[in-house]
């Protein structure tokens, strides 16, 4: 997926007044504010309430559902291929979100500070924090592109990494 594509997604998003967070790849290269490498796919967390507004944006916009592993996460993918990771997020009063994990005794926490903004071409975007994604990057043998992602952001924010 190429960046004016993120963009142009998160503009149809936008639109429909749905609240979205870039992670993954994508959000660590908003983080460093350049694209470092080339991103199969786009990783969104939303609000788990906007969902059923996320999802008409984005059909009209000609998604359709691929992967259903609901509460965790589902796929959306267009016919050109372009893919659209999503992890719904239930947020609390003080503005932390939890997401469902495989283990239900253990979901996935973002505090209030996961929240940022970053840069793709030239565009302000809303993404995950550093912290956010060192924390993510955790607890598994790590691929060539996560290597490469925390590099990055040991570049640029001078941040432990776990690898």
Same mark, same amino acid.
Do not use: N
């Given at each position: &997926?190429?960046?004016?594509?993120?963009? /142009?997604?998160?503009?149809?998003?936008?639109?429909?007044?749905?609240?979205?967070?870039?992670?993954? +790849?994508?959000?660590?290269?908003?983080?460093?504010?350049?694209?470092?490498?080339?991103?199969?796919? %786009?990783?969104? &967390?939303? *609000?788990?309430?906007?969902?059923?507004? %996320? %999802?008409?944006?984005? !059909?009209?916009? +000609? #998604? !359709?559902?691929? %992967?259903?592993? *609901? =509460?965790?996460?589902?796929?959306?993918? !267009?016919?050109?291929?372009?893919?659209?990771?999503?992890?719904?997020?239930?947020?609390?009063?003080?503005? /932390? @979100?939890?997401? @469902?994990?495989?283990?239900?005794? @253990?979901? #996935? *926490?973002? =505090?209030?500070? @996961?929240?940022?903004? +970053?840069?793709?071409?030239?565009?302000?975007?809303?993404?995950? /924090?550093?912290?956010?994604?060192? /924390?993510?990057?955790?607890?598994?043998?790590?691929?060539?592109?996560?290597?490469?992602? &925390?590099?990055?952001?040991?570049?640029? #924010?001078?941040?432990?990494?776990?690898?």
């Amino acid at each position: &997926m190429k960046a004016e594509e993120v963009l /142009s997604v998160l503009a149809v998003l936008r639109r429909a007044e749905v609240e979205v967070w870039i992670g993954g +790849g994508w959000g660590v290269d908003a983080l460093v504010g350049e694209q470092t490498r080339e991103h199969h796919d %786009l990783d969104l &967390m939303h *609000r788990q309430e906007q969902e059923p507004a %996320l %999802l008409s944006a984005l !059909a009209e916009a +000609g #998604f !359709a559902e691929t %992967l259903d592993w *609901r =509460p965790v996460r589902f796929v959306v993918t !267009a016919p050109d291929g372009r893919e659209v990771d999503l992890h719904p997020l239930v947020f609390t009063d003080d503005g /932390s @979100a939890v997401q @469902a994990s495989p283990d239900p005794d @253990a979901p #996935f *926490r973002y =505090p209030a500070a @996961a929240f940022v903004t +970053g840069t793709i071409a030239g565009g302000t975007v809303p993404c995950l /924090s550093a912290d956010q994604q060192v /924390s993510f990057h955790q607890g598994y043998e790590p691929r060539d592109r996560d290597l490469h992602d &925390m590099a990055q952001l040991r570049r640029v #924010f001078g941040i432990a990494t776990h690898f």
